[in-house]
């Protein structure tokens, strides 16, 4: 009976030993996951609808804070230009320094260089502005559309000041990459874009910080039951013993 008890109580310390490790790393995982993401990302409450359908007004989303020079054609930005507003904006870029944005080209969509350019993000059936418009950017700037093409104060609007209405690279704080609420999840890049020269921005880290965050919760939990299972199982396989 003795070393039945002293094989169990062996077992219980290693299992204890293992769940203090599960719950170490789950802690990790979960308090690593949310700094790292503080870090690189910022919330950011979408004020207007210029961005329908793709972001509605009222929306929280998550931007990552990135360099203007990392910015690519399609990305949807947070930027901050005093020409603009003196409140943070969101727009989509769909022009790049050297770019000549027009519009309308086949189809009723704007062209880039020339050539017309499908916006899957656009509502079907509308055309990609229902104001004829050509401009083009200057180097180090961005030409920016809001994806409600017919309640947007973007580029167009600006078109008779300096720069034809892009803003410059310096201005943008940061690139949003997912929907936190509604829970919309992370956003494509527009493939349509991919095929241009300098292709389109890659991903940012939201996906796995989120499974880090998520891990790492799960990791916890199933660590701190384990100690109150194992001592429950324990007690009763005693008991068991004793009676036997």
Request: aromatic share 6%; proline share 8%.
């Amino acid at each position: 009976m003795s070393g039945t008890i002293r094989t169990e109580d062996g077992r219980g310390r290693l299992g204890s030993v293992l769940s203090g490790l599960v719950v170490a790393v789950g802690c990790v995982l979960f308090l690593g996951g949310f700094a790292w993401g503080a870090v690189l990302y910022q919330p950011y409450t979408v004020p207007s609808d210029s961005m329908t359908p793709t972001l509605q007004v009222g929306s929280r989303v998550l931007a990552q804070r990135i360099d203007g020079d990392e910015v690519r054609r399609g990305d949807i930005v947070v930027f901050n230009d005093p020409l603009w507003s003196d409140m943070p904006m969101v727009k989509r870029v769909v022009g790049i320094g050297g770019d000549t944005i027009a519009c309308c080209g086949a189809g009723g969509r704007i062209t880039i260089n020339g050539e017309p350019i499908e916006e899957p993000y656009l509502l079907p059936g509308y055309p990609a502005s229902g104001q004829k418009f050509s401009a083009t950017v200057p180097e180090d700037s961005l030409f920016l559309l809001g994806d409600e093409r017919h309640n947007s104060l973007d580029s167009r609007v600006h078109l008779q000041e300096a720069g034809q209405g892009s803003v410059p690279r310096s201005a943008v704080t940061a690139r949003v990459d997912a929907i936190a609420w509604p829970l919309d999840g992370v956003l494509e890049r527009p493939a349509p874009f991919a095929e241009l020269p300098g292709g389109v921005s890659r991903p940012g880290p939201v996906t796995p910080l989120f499974y880090a965050i998520v891990g790492g919760c799960v990791l916890v939990l199933a660590g701190a039951a384990y100690g109150p299972l194992a001592r429950r199982t324990t007690a009763r396989s005693r008991k068991d013993t004793v009676g036997v």
